[in-house]
């Protein structure tokens, strides 16, 4: 009882601080971009709620990938997530159109021989059955809608035969004056059936969709909220 009116007085007196995206995650480009130092003693309890849904979304795409797959990472950000699909994939080719987080996170993984970066529009990359796992998080939101058709026409185009895109988005996000201007989205309110109409226009096999909330961050088949949803769809054989 004493606990919770201590908690109740010092929230008064002390509001919470607006969250710093920036401040927090340094290469963060005001909320675009998560930046996550990893390291072997990686503390996931200790990363903010942005950090942990984010790298949730890595952590399930690598254990899609097989040991030896050939992966891209495309809207890749700040690479952290590239050099964590790396530790299972035989090469990651990330992409993003940012080339000063580019410059920077080339210098910072200089030393993973099985990753590279390059700063590119991504409705310019020209790959041909490359890829065995195509991975772009919070990407097709940033595409006007009848951009997005061109950007998974891409992505089939780079993928074999039978490979796999794994790519997520926000769960029917409202158009807001706020969402335009902080998170640079030009779609809104992305459904599973809008998703799967873009997936059978561009020759996807149907999606297969996972959620995700900011409360628990499990990646999951089964929602509980809805914050994000996850798409893993398959190039036909």
Request: charged share 25%; hydrophobic share 35%; aromatic share 12%.
């Amino acid at each position: 009882m004493i606990k919770r009116i201590y908690k109740a007085i010092k929230s008064r007196i002390f509001p919470a601080r607006e969250y710093d995206f920036n401040k927090s995650n340094p290469l963060g480009g005001n909320g675009e971009r998560v930046d996550i130092k990893l390291s072997k003693r990686l503390n996931f309890s200790k990363l903010d709620i942005y950090q942990k849904s984010h790298i949730a979304r890595y952590e399930f795409a690598k254990d899609i990938i097989r040991d030896g797959d050939v992966c891209a990472d495309w809207a890749c950000g700040t690479g952290y997530g590239s050099v964590l699909l790396s530790s299972k994939a035989s090469l990651v080719k990330a992409a993003d159109i940012n080339g000063e987080i580019i410059k920077v996170v080339q210098k910072r993984y200089s030393d993973i021989s099985n990753v590279s970066f390059e700063t590119t529009n991504l409705l310019s990359l020209q790959y041909h059955e490359l890829f065995d796992v195509v991975v772009s998080f919070e990407t097709i939101e940033h595409f006007k809608e009848e951009d997005i058709p061109q950007l998974l026409t891409i992505y089939i185009r780079a993928l074999k035969k039978g490979g796999k895109v794994i790519f997520s988005t926000p769960y029917m996000q409202k158009k807001s004056a706020d969402a335009i201007k902080l998170g640079f989205h030009f779609m809104f309110c992305i459904d599973e059936n809008k998703i799967n109409d873009w997936l059978k226009e561009t020759g996807f096999e149907s999606g297969v969709f996972y959620y995700q909330d900011y409360q628990t961050h499990h990646v999951q088949i089964h929602p509980g909220k809805k914050d994000f949803i996850l798409c893993v769809a398959k190039k036909p054989q």
